[in-house]
């Protein structure tokens, strides 16, 4: 199927990025605690620092929550699955795929009505005009230390929707049939 496929590539593609994204905010956030912790030995307290390392740190769960999404790695599932039969476990992920789905589209319609990307753009992006026309103020939102905008930040969860959506049907692809298991690729490692 080459659609299954095309799937499963951008499935592939999405891991990547999300990799390479959690890779470097678990970075960030590990220098900046270190920083801190030093600067605070010192004598000196920066608010900034603490609220980006809390910052990367959300964005790095949910970066990697649609990450073990994808690869299968929920704990209690994957238990569940190693003691009941094969086509049962089929069962119980073509179920946990179709769970994520369902939630995933749901997200995604949710951010669709919160970020309202259309009202955005019909009025002008001018921030003032969306906020009187929608009563909606994601736009004008700013962290409370930084002062940078807060939706900056919370772009993060359309994209763990969208990822999870993705990494959803590609894994549904799998336990329909369409498409080898990824564990019999042998790509079940968090690196490449």
Known sequence: ??????????????????????????????????????????????????????????????????????????????????FVPSEVARALRMAASFAGLVFAGALLWLCWRWFDPLAF?????????????TGNFIYSDTTPVMGLPAALFYVVVPWFAFTMTVHALASLAEDAGLLPDRAADGDVELRQ
């Open 1 to 82: 199927m080459p659609i299954a496929r095309l799937l499963r590539r951008v499935s592939e593609v999405l891991m990547t990025i999300d990799r390479w994204l959690m890779t470097l905010l678990v970075a960030v956030l590990a220098v900046l605690v270190l920083f801190n912790a030093g600067a605070r030995a010192v004598g000196y307290t920066l608010a900034w620092a603490d609220e980006l390392a809390t910052r990367s740190m959300i964005l790095a769960a949910f970066l990697g929550a649609a990450l073990l999404f994808r690869m299968r790695r929920d704990p209690s599932v994957q238990i569940l699955q190693d």
């Open 121 to 133: 753009a019909a009025a002008g992006f001018d921030v003032r005009e969306f906020q009187m026309a």
